[in-house]
């Protein structure tokens, strides 16, 4: 290697475990705008791989019945196929039992359920729910909903300027007052990684419920939620490569036996009569009417797919893949990479000079590169920070260093347009 090349960002070398999971996502295939697609928008949602696909078509084509209902073959199968997903989302977690995961929506559904069942019954005026400045917006609006019925105070832990979470008055914010922790493991905005164990740690040694944000987190870092001590978890299933519409929520069983339902109705009744109703236990308990049935179990297709692959050889690639590509995007004269964490994972968000990160997002699609453009649903992270919006490029595990050098290419050619 001579002088020149060693002061290049070297891009790193995809591992054999990955070498043909491109192959594995055929949208990848497509082009946009007579150019080869550079999908790099997965914080938002990410491709699915050809199993999944196939998962969904043949719940259609082969399965496709209600659960817990029928004492006919298709239904037998389907509640099989249903069920079995959920113990896979289990062990994925290393949850204690089955019992503890509960399909939802997503996050979003996920993180209300827990501000609806679990926490309100437990408030009173004054009360206080602490989260962070990094949170999205589907981790700040519940507990703003719940303090606006209840009287409780949201608190907030703030951030550095780098995009860390700012600790100083860690043991000032988590005081009597505080009757439930909810914080972000992965920003979807910054891409910041948040040491959340030691966090939780101390929330439990003072008898505080937590709860986990990982949408951002599960698709790119190995979890382990008892290693971790959270009390809940929440994620989406279309940012792990699954359908939309599907995610769950791990519940510590213990509390989600106190917990009232979220909803009423369908499978989640034991009896029903005029006088009163009475309610399985968890997480039937939770899942009201008809559930997203073939989204469970591609969900579960995913999580084998994921498993396959192996999330501490993803993780590792990626985390390489991050440092490639800050390294690329700050030879860019103008470009300011937003946030400087020490460890970051999923998403790079950054601005250049004046240009609108919307126009950034829409010269790059003529160059067949996916970006996401805005604020990220993080409104209060960006005011934060200084910026009203940014562009983010978000890696997944189908990335190569050839996207990240597609990237770097065309904004350098947005950079002719508007600077």
Known sequence: MNQSEATQP??????????????DFPILQR??????????DNAASTQKPQCVIDAITRYYSAE?????????LLSTEATGAYEAARGKIAKFLNAADDSEIVFTRGATEAVNLAAYSFVEPKLQAGDEILISSMEHHANIV????????????????????????DLENIDELLNEKTKFFSIVYVSNAIGTVNDVKPLLAKAKQRGIPTLLDAAQAIQHIPIDVQELGCDFLAFSGHKIYGPTGIGALYGRRELLDTMRPYQGGGDMISHVSFEGTTYKEPPSRFEAGTPHIEGAICLGAAIDYLSSVGLQEIEKYESELIEYAEAKLSEIDGLKIIGSPKHRSGAISFTMGDAHPHDIGTVLDTEGVAIRSGHHCCEPLLKRLGVPATARASFSLYNTPD???????????TALLFM
């Open 10 to 23: 070297q891009p790193p070398a995809i591992p054999e475990a990955l070498a043909s999971v491109r192959a």
């Open 31 to 40: 082009t946009v705008h007579g150019k080869p697609l550079v999908y790099l």
């Open 64 to 72: 496709n019945s209600n659960i817990h209902r029928g004492v006919h």
């Open 142 to 165: 519940p507990w703003q909903l719940l303090c606006e019925r209840t009287g409780a105070i949201l608190r907030v832990i703030p951030v550095t300027d780098d995009c860390e979470l």
């Open 403 to 413: 996207d990240v050098d597609a990237l770097v290419a065309a904004l350098k050619k």
